[in-house]
Structure formats: C-alpha cells, structure tokens
T-cell receptor, first 111, second 113 residues
C-alpha cells in the first residue's frame, strides 16, 4: 500500500513562473519529509527537507510546505528555470532508518 | 564530497544468469538500501541493511538477495535474472542519527534479454 502519493505524474510550467509539486501521505507517524530531484540516467539528488515540527522550510528558490492536519506537503520552485526540468520525488521517514517514496512528478519548464 | 558508487552504469544480461550489483559508500553510514525505479511506480525498496550482516526485506524482495559483509559495501544479487527485472537499480545510504537524507548512487540500468 502506497504510503506516500504523488497524484500528478507530470507538470508543465513556463520559465519564470512558479512550479508547485504536491505530495500526500497516509502514515501519521512520519516526522521527516524530503524532496529529491532526478535527471534521466542519474541517481536522485537531495533537494530540501522538512521536519514535522515545522510548516515551512526555504532554501533559495525552493520552499517546502507541510500541512500535517491534511497530511500534505508541497514543493514550490520560484522562479522556475529550464534546468529544473526533472522528475521530483517526495519521501517520508519516521524511524530514521527507512524512506518511503512517492511515484514521482515529471516537471517540464518551458523556455 | 560524499559518495555512493555503483559498480556499473549499464548492464546487459541474459535470462537465467546470476547478476551481481555492487555498491560502495564512503560516508561510514550504517544504513544502505537497494531500490528499483520503474516508470509510473516510483522508487520501490527491494532490501535494506542497517548494519553489517543485517538485512531486511523491502516491498519487492522476490527474486533478489543481498549481502553486506563490510559496512561500506552492499551487494544486490539477482539469483536468476528474468526480463521483468529489467529496470534502473539505485543504491543509497544514510545515517540513522538524527534526521538525515539518503544519498544515492548514479544508478545501474540493467537490461535482461
């Protein structure tokens, strides 16, 4: 049973606009959430994370928002750039030992 | 710079062959993982290990085994490769201390013909 879900398989955004990627989870025990970026034929690279004690974490153009009551997190990229085109995975953890990944959202930033 | 290194970027194997995928990390991490990535299915956990000689089954362990004889090395073994094991295989490592991310290798694209 998928505990972390990304319901949008793909997203297209104009360069300079905001990209919003969404993720939902079912396990209320999760206390740490991460976003990864993956280019074709490469391994995922860590992008940004958030602890469950926070509702927002920002790193440059990337901001992650966490809504615990809705069991929902989102990644905002502002402004979007063509180099941001990749597959984005959200992940969650509650033991520090195992990570549960979503199915990914393919972002295309159109120049 | 932290590193997780997988032994091969691309592999082509025949059905029925025994296949070894090797992964080495230089971060002294206790945890190591093997995932496979397939379109529309995301990253699915095959096996993970939280210590030398320790292993736990993930979501899709059937047809696979693992070996962890040294802390830095985690091997995935396909006992008898089948065409439905054609996939991208990703190794990762992490520390269980505090809240840390998992670091991934570059991936191995395995094709079974």
């Amino acid at each position: 049973d998928q505990q972390v879900k990304q319901n949008s398989p793909s997203l297209s955004v104009q360069e300079g606009r905001i990209s919003i990627l969404n993720c939902d989870y079912t396990n209320s025990m999760f206390d740490y959430f991460l976003w990864y970026k993956k280019y074709p034929a490469e391994g995922p690279t860590f992008l940004i994370s958030i602890s469950s004690i926070k509702d927002k974490n920002e790193d440059g153009r990337f901001t992650v928002f966490l809504n615990k009551s809705a069991k929902h997190l989102s990644l905002h990229i502002v402004p979007s750039q063509p180099g941001d085109s990749a597959v984005y995975f959200c992940a969650a953890s509650y033991t520090g030992n195992q990570f549960y990944f979503g199915t990914g959202t393919s972002l295309t930033v159109i120049p | 710079d932290v590193k997780v290194t997988q032994s091969s970027r691309y592999l082509v194997k025949r059905t029925g062959e025994k296949v070894f995928l090797e992964c080495v990390q230089d971060m002294d991490h206790e945890n190591m993982f093997w995932y496979r990535q397939d379109p529309g299915l995301g990253l699915r956990l095959i096996y993970f290990s939280y210590d030398v000689k320790m292993k736990e089954k993930g979501d899709i362990p059937e047809g696979y085994s693992v070996s962890r004889e040294k802390k830095e090395r985690f091997s995935l073994i396909l006992e008898s490769a089948s065409t439905n094991q054609t996939s991208m295989y990703l190794c990762a490592s992490s520390s269980p201390q505090g809240r840390s991310s998992a670091f991934f290798g570059q991936g191995t694209r395995l094709t079974v013909v």
